[in-house]
């Protein structure tokens, strides 16, 4: 079981950045890989990025690439989303995940992903 608490979240305005956080219970972090998602009002929820359980790979989705950035730090179970540049369409509630597996690779699809946070709120005004 883990467990994933997000914060970081908050109103800013356009052209900004925010840095939100993911923290994970549990003594296997480094078993997981884990993804950024978010959900804007109406909307189905969305991959932003992921990173793999090393840190080795990331990937992001066309629409956040150059602007965020996700990093790991095993030692003390947490995974960040750097978001810069910030625009009005990035505003959605804000997820983390976690699927378990060693690979080189990330995962894109929600339904892979074994573990969820309750979402932190951004809110980018224009």
């Known amino acids: 079981q883990v467990q994933l608490v997000e914060s970081g979240g908050g109103l800013v305005q356009a052209g900004g950045s925010l840095r939100l956080s993911c923290a994970a219970s549990?003594?296997?972090?480094?078993?997981?890989?884990m993804g950024w998602f978010r959900q804007a009002p109406g909307k189905e929820r969305e991959f932003v990025g992921a990173i793999n359980w090393n840190g080795g790979s990331t990937g992001y989705a066309d629409s956040v690439q150059g602007r965020f950035t996700i990093s790991r730090d095993n030692a003390k179970n947490t995974v960040n989303l750097q978001m810069n540049s910030l625009k009005p369409e990035d505003t959605a509630v804000y997820y983390c995940?976690?699927?378990?597996?060693?690979?080189?690779?990330?995962?894109?699809?929600?339904?892979?992903?074994?573990?969820w946070g309750q979402g932190t709120q951004v809110t980018v005004s224009s």
């Open positions: 995940a976690a699927e378990f597996g060693r690979s080189s690779v990330v995962s894109v699809r929600t339904s892979l992903y074994d573990y």
């Open positions: 549990g003594r296997t972090f480094s078993s997981y890989a």
